[in-house]
């Protein structure tokens, strides 16, 4: 299997998740067309489907059928993009997978639809996309119930997973969106990269995490998340997701904005700690920690400001060192996948873990 392989298999999977997701029994439950539109806004924009691929791969790894999983594949994507739908409010982005932000979108459309002015519109915008997560997120766990109401999954393995995915992992994730927040408040030089990274895992690894333990425990048909197998593509699964928001911080610093959707250099004005950052401020010299230091978290930093700790972070030797230490991410999920039974998912396992860290949006 090849690069090509693996976009086309994941491309098929997108496909069975995004027919699901806008049957019409779904579509007629969001009104009035505000509502629907926010809901279904960024699985019309794009995205790459990665969560519930990793969710079917790791169902056919573990011997399971991929169809059966197709609820759980959808519901990880619609929790996913619950959150971004929130993310977006709190990193005050107005452009997500080339298209507007959802509390953007409503903005505008609050001022030409409906007549507000710019105080009111904003208002509505945030009101919108808050409400639109809320719906999302009763969406996912209504779509986990239907494993067992359409799929007739064991019931008792299907509560787990709501559990699991409406405690453990949305509190985590929320405390590293939490932590993240406080970061960029932070000097950078009292964070030690472990911070950073135990943060990172909380904001997207977990999700990762929780997709391939889904699929994993779907495929072998087990109530145990302690399995051998389940542990072992878990570990992988968790690893590759750091690997994942590693890479993703290097794109927000060297990618194309046409083919990331978004703007680079956003999270230099938002003030994100990463370890691009932090290891780039630990080689720097007074001068230059002072310019990173005035530039970094700065709203009213100008575009020539922006290239300019672009510059510094790249010759200061951030990018090249998270280059590094996302591939050693790989390298060790790699240990635990190789603990797996050889198949076709193995094989395509692995080739999302490599995509993890050579994609380019």
Same mark, same amino acid.
């Given at each position: 299997?090849?690069?090509?392989?693996?976009?086309?298999?994941?491309?098929?999977?997108?496909?069975?998740?995004?027919?699901?997701?806008?049957?019409?029994?779904?579509?007629?439950?969001?009104?009035?067309?505000?509502?629907?539109?926010?809901?279904? $806004?960024?699985?019309? *924009?794009?995205?790459? !489907?990665?969560?519930?691929?990793?969710?079917?791969? $790791?169902?056919?790894?573990?011997?399971?059928?991929?169809?059966?999983?197709?609820?759980?594949?959808? !519901?990880? %994507?619609?929790?996913?993009?619950?959150?971004?739908?929130?993310?977006?409010?709190? /990193?005050?982005?107005?452009?997500?997978?080339?298209?507007?932000?959802?509390?953007?979108?409503?903005?505008?459309?609050?001022?030409?639809?409906? #007549?507000?002015?710019?105080? /009111?519109?904003?208002?509505? #915008?945030?009101?919108?996309?808050?409400?639109?997560?809320?719906?999302?997120?009763?969406?996912?766990?209504?779509?986990?119930?239907? =494993?067992?109401?359409?799929?007739?999954?064991?019931? *008792?393995?299907?509560?787990?997973?709501?559990?699991?995915? %409406?405690?453990?992992?949305?509190?985590?994730?929320?405390?590293?969106?939490? =932590?993240?927040?406080?970061?960029?408040?932070?000097?950078?030089?009292?964070?030690?990269? +472990?911070?950073?990274?135990?943060?990172?895992?909380?904001?997207?690894?977990?999700?990762? %995490?929780?997709? $391939?333990?889904?699929?994993?425990?779907?495929?072998?048909?087990?109530?145990?998340?302690?399995?051998?197998?389940?542990?072992?593509?878990?570990?992988? !699964?968790?690893?590759?997701?750091?690997?994942?928001?590693?890479?993703?911080?290097?794109?927000?610093?060297?990618?194309?904005?046409?083919?990331?959707?978004?703007?680079? #250099?956003?999270?230099?004005?938002? #003030?994100?700690?990463?370890?691009?950052?932090?290891?780039?401020?630990?080689?720097?010299?007074?001068?230059?920690?002072?310019?990173?230091?005035?530039?970094?978290?700065?709203?009213?930093?100008?575009?020539?400001?922006?290239?300019?700790?672009?510059?510094?972070?790249?010759?200061?030797?951030?990018? +090249?060192?998270?280059?590094?230490?996302?591939?050693?991410?790989?390298?060790?999920?790699?240990?635990?996948?190789?603990?797996?039974?050889?198949?076709?998912?193995? +094989?395509?396992?692995?080739?999302?873990?490599?995509?993890?860290?050579?994609?380019?949006?």
């Amino acid at each position: 299997m090849g690069y090509e392989v693996f976009i086309s298999e994941l491309s098929k999977r997108k496909e069975k998740v995004y027919n699901y997701l806008h049957s019409s029994r779904f579509q007629e439950l969001f009104c009035p067309r505000h509502a629907y539109d926010s809901v279904y $806004s960024y699985t019309k *924009h794009g995205g790459k !489907a990665l969560r519930p691929a990793v969710l079917l791969f $790791s169902c056919g790894a573990a011997g399971g059928d991929e169809e059966m999983a197709i609820p759980a594949a959808a !519901a990880v %994507e619609v929790f996913h993009i619950w959150t971004m739908v929130h993310d977006d409010i709190i /990193d005050r982005d107005i452009k997500r997978h080339g298209g507007l932000t959802v509390h953007e979108e409503f903005r505008r459309r609050a001022i030409s639809e409906l #007549g507000y002015n710019e105080a /009111d519109a904003r208002h509505y #915008g945030l009101s919108i996309a808050m409400l639109a997560g809320d719906m999302q997120q009763g969406w996912a766990v209504s779509m986990l119930s239907e =494993l067992a109401s359409h799929n007739h999954i064991d019931p *008792h393995l299907v509560l787990y997973l709501i559990k699991d995915s %409406e405690i453990y992992v949305q509190s985590t994730l929320i405390e590293g969106q939490i =932590l993240d927040i406080q970061y960029s408040r932070t000097p950078v030089d009292s964070l030690s990269q +472990d911070q950073i990274l135990d943060m990172l895992w909380k904001k997207t690894g977990v999700l990762y %995490e929780f997709s $391939s333990k889904a699929g994993a425990m779907l495929g072998l048909n087990t109530k145990d998340p302690e399995h051998w197998l389940v542990q072992a593509i878990v570990s992988f !699964a968790g690893r590759c997701g750091v690997a994942f928001q590693l890479q993703d911080d290097i794109l927000g610093i060297v990618g194309d904005e046409k083919t990331l959707g978004k703007p680079v #250099g956003s999270d230099i004005r938002e #003030g994100k700690r990463t370890v691009i950052l932090c290891h780039a401020f630990k080689n720097a010299n007074n001068e230059q920690k002072d310019k990173l230091t005035k530039i970094v978290g700065s709203e009213m930093a100008t575009d020539e400001e922006i290239e300019q700790v672009k510059k510094s972070l790249k010759d200061l030797g951030g990018i +090249d060192y998270a280059k590094e230490l996302a591939r050693s991410y790989i390298e060790d999920a790699l240990v635990y996948l190789n603990k797996i039974p050889q198949s076709k998912y193995r +094989d395509l396992l692995y080739l999302w873990a490599e995509y993890m860290t050579e994609r380019e949006f």
